[in-house]
């Protein structure tokens, strides 16, 4: 008996409803949609419902909206100082939103919305014209100050000003790309993984040898959790560092 | 008891430690100065001590590097699509965006370990 197993067919979107066509495009609510709005939901219950009763002895809820609000607050002033406190919404949001999706990922059988590279680029994408807006209506022309790196010989600056550009540019890119990644690669090593436990069961006296590859599902799956949390703090730690750059440009 | 005795010989007592005492604070208040650059430059250094395995590093370096050939080849490739200079806005952007990769590595390895403190010095 011959299994064959598709490692990313996990990730295919499938359209719920439809809404219409454009041109040949589909559009249709499909269930990464479904995920964010349960993301949503799930952040909403955390933050507003766990946090309605105000006592000053917090519940559990309470208590774990508290620990998440304070972790990202602490964060976001290590890296911009008292002046970011204008961008916490911001922060917080983006946090909540990729850590519990990252989370939901994590349930079997479940969808990993932020495996998708267009979800991570948009939320990248907001954060970069944030900083960009921002910086441009807080500093004027002086924003791009921060092109032009200090105490460097003209003649260098020819060089180094586009370079600085393109890092500039790259960053929304490194910034979903590496969130995108990490989702993408541990979903399909854990399902290999996983698979390969099925085919050693399959292979007759080959058979001996299948608890090795499910420890090591085990252990990918725990460093996943890991990883999925990790990768929610480095986006908003990089979010708070990119904003910085508005608050504070030239260097 | 001979120290007891230099001290206690000391007939204006209270004014020596008094300045011993804000000499000492000074100190420490300089000691804490030097700290504080180290602080404010840690968050540009995030990246790198958050990858707390070596392969959550690999990955932070190589999209790095990788993001940054993909924004010049993209930056080339828009360029050229409006100047109309087809092939040398890709290539010499691609080779910048190579370039701009390397940095980006570099930046976020702490390998430049000049950067960040030349701009701490300058924004006081």
């Known amino acids: ?251 | 008891m001979n120290g007891d005795d230099a001290r206690g010989g000391n007939g204006t007592e209270g004014t020596p430690t008094d300045s011993e005492l804000s000499a000492r604070l000074r100190r420490l208040e300089t000691q804490i100065e030097r700290k504080r650059p180290q602080a404010a430059a840690d968050p540009s250094t995030r990246p790198r001590t958050n990858g707390s395995s070596a392969l959550g590093q690999a990955m932070t370096l190589s999209t790095e590097f990788v993001a940054g050939v993909i924004a010049g080849g993209i930056l080339g490739w828009i360029v050229d699509h409006v100047f109309g200079t087809k092939p040398w806005g890709l290539i010499v952007l691609l080779m910048l965006g190579f370039v701009a990769g390397v940095y980006n590595v570099m930046r976020v390895s702490g390998f430049s370990g000049a950067r960040p403190e030349r701009r701490d010095r300058q924004e006081p």
Do not use: C
């Not at chain 1, 006592?55 to 559990?60: A, L, Q, Y």
């Not at chain 1, 003209?154 to 990644?181: H, Q, T």
């Open chain 1, 1 to 251: 008996m011959a299994v064959t197993i598709d490692p990313i067919e996990q990730f295919e979107l499938k359209p719920l409803v439809s809404l219409g066509h454009i041109g040949h495009q589909q559009l249709a609510f499909t269930q990464s949609a479904l995920y964010m709005f349960a993301a949503v939901g799930v952040i909403a219950l955390i933050t507003i419902v766990a946090t309605s009763s105000r006592s000053i002895v917090p519940g559990r809820m309470q208590s774990l909206a508290e620990i998440f609000y304070e972790f990202i607050a602490d964060t976001l002033h290590q890296a911009t100082g008292d002046g970011g406190k204008r961008f916490m919404p911001l922060v917080f949001s983006l946090f909540m939103f990729v850590l519990i999706l990252n989370l939901f990922g994590m349930i079997p059988y479940s969808f990993a919305v932020t495996s998708h590279l267009i979800v991570t680029f948009g939320l990248a994408a907001l954060v970069i014209s944030t900083v960009v807006i921002f910086g441009v209506m807080k500093h004027g022309t002086h924003f791009f100050g921060l092109f032009v790196p200090s105490g460097v010989p003209k003649p260098l600056l020819a060089i180094l000003v586009p370079i600085e550009i393109i890092s500039f540019i790259s960053r929304p890119i490194s910034l979903s790309v590496r969130l995108f990644a990490n989702m993408l690669a541990g979903h399909i090593a854990m399902k290999i993984f996983a698979f390969f436990v099925v085919q050693l069961l399959l292979a007759g006296a080959w058979s001996v040898l299948s608890p090795l590859p499910l420890f090591l599902t085990i252990a990918l799956t725990a460093l996943e959790f890991l990883v999925a949390a990790l990768q929610a703090y480095v986006f908003a730690t990089l979010t708070a560092i990119y904003l910085n750059d508005a608050l504070h440009p030239g260097h």
